[in-house]
């Protein structure tokens, strides 16, 4: 076997860099289930969605058909900041393991938001700002999207409002200064900006807030705002498209130096980063060019994918947005307080959904401790301190590769890396004092999640 | 003009790394002056250095002849995990500026330890490897050394002792989390785990500690305990060596793309990473072959440069180091508490000190309400969130930017942007605020400063 020299990182030339986004939905027979109208329970069509979302965006969303979507030079240019995000041979980890597997990693955490949020914000921003909008709302929980936003808008020259959980805008103060740095206005949500926020700080004088409060506080100001719209920074179909960059680049990367992954394992929260980066992958696999493992590694707090039913649900705990079908432990559900704060979602994108229930794609779930443990181990060996959310797919990434020692096997794991940990030092500081504990859902809480979910005809029944 | 298109970064292939440190002492006329014993006030031999050093780390800081160090094989290794750091051309700033100016930067702030202070700490951790010590001590103010250290001795499998200045330990609990991550044991100075630290614990019992404190009890730790040395993160010659790789890494990526940099600029604290960036064009310079203008930039509140003293001092507070020359404030001398950590050193290197006294270099101060304002405009255009001190270099190379603006001149201008600034965010909260104030040292305090260096016959007389 005369095989290429492959270096610690990869990274593409800038000529080699994507031109497009890659749209997996074209090659899907089975499309993901359409966004539906809670109230008349029809789908949504260009027109509603277009009082929340940008045009463009819209357009993309609805987009089942178009393979390949042109990424717009000035997003490219945008891109050119802070991307190609190497791909690494993770060499000094497979040696620390003593494992005969391969192991790659895509790092997308190479820009000041941290993790891959960036490259759907720049998107988002730049079609909110060619529409001539003023600027765009959006909520954040741990902060990551919103930097990512604040960030892209800043460049753009865009106004951004970012709606901050209570807890976190003041447990997380320095992730609020990023973006107030970047010039975005962050307010603690629920405020008394939004008719919902005093709304629910009348009823809840002592809240803390969460994200579904947000994400209605937000939506709210955009649409009662002229020349505002709102954007969200996972689950929907455009959010997967943007993220598609990311499997786009490896797979450049990977098939200039022959490397064929034989698994393909991300952490799934609401879907971007695991989407994104299996998206070409999966496309050759849909048209049955190729043959890879898709692994979605989940919290066993939050367990959409492996303890979820598929079916039609909110998109928020607010339930201001529309439905949509998707594996959902019901957007009632409240998960335990794991660190992965990105990954504490009810739902699951549609598209990944759909994957999932036609047998596309594996999944599984982790429990934090051991989560933390990879980390650190990780940590120590590659460099890099990853964030928690990242960490679920490293403890994956790590098992298949001892599985690869016990039988011997040579095989390739690919896993993204979406991010790092340094506004995360409070989780692990409670693992470096073994403080840290588990937790798994009882079937009676799901169950009461479950209970959430609308009823209507062919839904829950 | 044909002008090779300039990619917005530019990363040298592997097989294009440097493999040789350089040492640009082998090349200045007027040699540093060596350390003193301060009780003989004769150089420091090699048998007095190694009581505290590793050899070899010893040996490198004693040469001043061998022009080219060949980096080890293990240490290359390691490099390549978070290198070649990026050139960056600043296309963005420079159209947000409208200067005819071309504006670069070397980026090292890709790596968890979030500056470049990793190029040294993988050094000096791997020779005390090599010596077959046990461990290594060190002390930590902002926290970035010991970060860099902990990740070395992590991947080397080496003791890291990590002396943290209490109020920083008690202020910055996410760099001292990052550090334990990595296996460091980290203690709060002054400590009860040794004689200085009990003795200044009972002289002063609600201290918050000091830089020099936290040396005064890492160099005991390492003298007193078998298999220990002391290892330093700025100042000493052997940290400017393994800094050079800096600029020499910078140097082939430029002569790459045919660019000469008219301005080079760096921010200066102890000099590590202003002497790793200018160190290969210094030596054109030294040896004729090329002129280039170097600026170091100092903060206001602590101008050792600008209106320092060139005389032998102490390099630390407790006065328990060998006597360096170079230009001081006095060992004494508090500066105020300027948000730039790594930049509130009283001295500066000895080879930088000679090349400014021998009219080489140039020296300015800054405020940092200025720094804070470029940091803010830098991050919103450029996307990286710059740490306070690189932020230094950034204020001038925007104001040397400025200039050609005015003049119209085309000028190639070159910075070091040597971290990020992700745990500087009460920094930045301040600023945000407009809380940030200025504080210029007066005369008099100054000369309080240097009535603390030593007195004798050729010094300070």
Not at 36 to 61: D, I, S, Y
Not at 306 to 323: E, K, N, Q, S
């Amino acid at each position: 076997m005369s095989e290429k020299k492959i270096p610690y990182k990869i990274y593409l030339e800038e000529s080699e860099m994507p031109k497009d986004w890659y749209n997996v939905r074209a090659d899907m027979k089975n499309k993901p289930a359409p966004l539906l109208n809670p109230a008349t329970l029809k789908p949504m069509t260009a027109e509603e969605l277009g009082v929340v979302f940008c045009e463009e965006l819209v357009r993309q969303e609805l987009d089942n058909d178009n393979r390949y979507i042109e990424i717009p030079q000035k997003i490219r240019d945008f891109y050119k900041m802070y991307r190609p995000a190497p791909l690494v041979r993770a060499y000094c980890l497979e040696e620390k393991l003593q494992t005969p597997a391969k192991i790659y990693y895509k790092f997308e955490g190479n820009n000041t938001s941290g993790s891959h949020k960036l490259n759907s914000a720049i998107a988002q921003a730049y079609y909110a700002k060619e529409q001539g909008l003023k600027g765009v709302t959006t909520e954040t929980g741990a902060g990551q999207w919103g930097t990512a936003l604040s960030m892209a808008c800043a460049y753009l020259d865009l106004d951004c409002k970012v709606y901050m959980v209570k807890c976190s805008y003041e447990q997380k103060p320095f992730r609020r200064e990023v973006m107030r740095t970047y010039g975005a206005s962050v307010t603690p949500s629920p405020s008394d900006t939004t008719e919902v926020g005093r709304k629910i700080l009348a009823e809840h004088p002592g809240t803390t807030g969460s994200l579904g409060c947000a994400i209605s506080e937000a939506v709210e100001v955009a649409t009662h705002t002229e020349g505002y719209r709102y954007v969200l920074g996972s689950v929907l179909n455009q959010v997967l498209l943007h993220q598609s960059i990311i499997g786009v680049e490896t797979k450049i990367a990977m098939d200039k130096y022959g490397i064929k992954p034989d698994i393909i394992i991300g952490c799934a929260g609401g879907g971007s980063n695991l989407g994104g980066l299996i998206s070409p992958f999966m496309g050759e696999k849909l048209r049955g060019e190729a043959d890879y493992r898709f692994i979605a590694v989940e919290p066993a707090s939050c367990p959409s994918l492996t303890r979820g039913v598929y079916a039609y649900d909110f998109c928020d705990t607010g339930m201001v947005c529309p439905l949509a079908k998707m594996y959902t432990l019901g957007s009632g559900f409240i998960p335990s307080a794991n660190h992965a704060g990105g990954l504490r979602y009810h739902g699951m994108s549609s598209v990944l959904s759909q994957l999932y229930a036609d047998g596309y794609m594996e999944a599984c779930s982790v429990e934090q401790t051991s989560v933390f443990e990879a980390a650190e181990q990780f940590a120590r060996v590659e460099g890099i301190l990853p964030a928690p959310e990242s960490s679920h797919a490293i403890r994956v990434a790590i098992d298949e590769a001892m599985k690869c020692k016990e039988t011997g096997e040579e095989k390739t794991i690919l896993f993204g890396l979406t991010g790092t940990g340094y506004f995360d030092m409070y989780a692990y500081e409670k693992f470096n004092n073994g403080d840290m504990s588990d937790y798994i859902p009882t079937d009676e809480e799901l169950q009461a999640g479950f209970d959430g979910i609308p009823k209507f005809p062919g839904n829950m029944e």
